[in-house]
């Protein structure tokens, strides 16, 4: 059981989705948005990424500079590059031993939180301890598929930071800063 008041960094909870939470189809990511995955990499440059081993899966490789933490049940899993946590509490132990283990390194680049990375499986897990979500909303039509838990719309300050319009190759989306109105 992870009490609130314990943790040591606070966790942020990174995700795109379209107007029905949709984020993926269980095996990949719908869309292709320009500048986006820059974004996010600089976003989350420095910190442990806590995901599913289905998102790792997609991913398919540790992203740089950063903890590729992935959750599976399995106790025999493993794979290069990525740090395995058996349960969520395993998971937020592993990341703060990080983030603390590359601070002592001198890794200047180092940043005092953790990324909730996805997938649904795992924000279902992990948004309760969230008191911030950098969202991006993306207009493009799917209903099915890997969604995002249902948000309590008055329990979140919503702040809009970026529009982006449609092209030919790409929906219309924009940039969204969430934050938790009675912080945790
Ligand atoms: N748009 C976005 O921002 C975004 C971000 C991330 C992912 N995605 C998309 O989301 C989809 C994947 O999401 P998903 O929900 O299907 O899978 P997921 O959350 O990435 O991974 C699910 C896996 O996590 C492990 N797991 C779940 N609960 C656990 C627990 N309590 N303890 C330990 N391990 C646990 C299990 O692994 P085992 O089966 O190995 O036990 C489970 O199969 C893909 O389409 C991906 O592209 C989108």
């Not at 500048?35 to 599913?52: A, S």
């Not at 991006?136 to 319009?165: H, I, M, Q, Y």
Request: charged fraction near 25%.
């Amino acid at each position: 059981m992870i009490r609130k008041k314990d943790l040591k960094n606070p966790i942020v909870c990174i995700v795109a989705m379209n107007q029905n939470r949709v984020i993926g189809d269980g095996n990949d990511l719908l869309w292709h948005l320009p500048g986006d995955l820059k974004r996010l990499k600089i976003i989350t440059m420095g910190t442990p990424l806590i995901m599913g081993r289905k998102t790792w899966d997609s991913i398919g490789r540790p992203l740089p500079g950063r903890a590729s933490i992935v959750m599976t049940k399995s106790v025999s899993w493993k794979a290069e590059g990525a740090i395995v946590a058996n349960s969520f509490e395993n998971a937020i132990t592993e990341a703060n031993i990080w983030i603390e283990a590359n601070k002592k390194m001198g890794n200047k680049a180092i940043q005092n939180k953790i990324f909730l990375f996805g997938g649904a499986q795992i924000y279902e897990i992990g948004l309760e301890y969230c008191n911030t979500i950098e969202m991006t909303k993306v207009n493009f039509c799917a209903v099915s598929g890997s969604k995002f838990p249902r948000l309590k719309e008055n329990d979140w300050k919503k702040t809009k930071l970026e529009d982006f319009e449609a092209t030919s190759n790409s929906p219309e989306f924009s940039y969204w800063h969430y934050s938790r109105i009675i912080q945790r």
